[in-house]
């Protein structure tokens, strides 16, 4: 849970930070920057600062800012129906992202969140910088995190589902629920 106040000062810092990385983005769009903290009320350490520009029944854009060494949780997209699951492609616009995808174990730049350390398992490192981009395949485990000064990154996928993502910690609640 977040209080109002937290989850205002992370949407308007976050708007400063995608302005920043030279993404326009309008006055509306700065106002639906969703806040996600994943129910575990630690938004400084996990979480995510997330506007969606599009999603339709077959195509999604989002860019996400992450505030620094902010870590979005491990979490995999799953088969819905006939549909496989969300192919997501990211992009590294600002700031070091250290993203995390099954393989051998390179972790050494970034780390897990103290106490997390069972729910993070894909422990193969990528370090991206901005111009940086990768496919994540559907149903594959993945969790980034930004370096010291935050980082801004583009998401484009087919058809987002958000609510139906799956997260390795069984403690995430992928909605946001704000204390006024
Ligand atoms: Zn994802």
């Keep these: 849970m977040l209080?109002?106040?937290?989850y205002d000062?992370?949407?308007?810092?976050?708007?400063?930070?995608i302005r920043a990385a030279g993404i326009r983005i309008t006055e509306e769009e700065a106002r639906r920057i969703e806040v996600a903290d994943f129910g575990l009320g630690r938004l400084r350490f996990e979480g995510a600062q997330i506007l969606t520009f599009f999603g339709t029944e077959r195509v999604s854009a989002k860019v996400i800012a992450?505030?620094?060494?902010?870590?979005?949780?491990?979490?995999?997209?799953?088969r819905v129906g006939d549909d496989p699951g969300k192919e997501e492609a990211i992009r590294a616009i600002h700031g070091v992202l250290r993203f995390y995808l099954p393989g051998p174990d390179t972790l050494a730049r970034g780390f897990v969140p103290a106490g997390k350390e069972g729910y993070y398992t894909a422990?193969?490192?990528?370090?991206?910088?901005p111009g940086d981009q990768l496919t994540v395949e559907p149903g594959t485990k993945h969790w980034f995190q930004a370096g010291p000064e935050g980082a801004v990154l583009y998401s484009f996928s087919t058809c987002a589902r958000d609510i139906l993502d799956?997260?390795?910690?069984?403690?995430?609640?992928?909605?946001t629920v704000v204390a006024d």
Excluded: G, Y
């Design 9 to 17: 000062e992370a949407r308007v810092r976050a708007a400063v930070m």
């Design 166 to 175: 799956l997260f390795s910690d069984p403690a995430v609640v992928r909605m």
């Design 123 to 129: 422990r193969h490192e990528r370090i991206m910088m």
């Design 66 to 78: 992450l505030f620094p060494d902010q870590t979005m949780p491990e979490h995999w997209h799953p």
């Design 3 to 6: 209080s109002r106040k937290e």
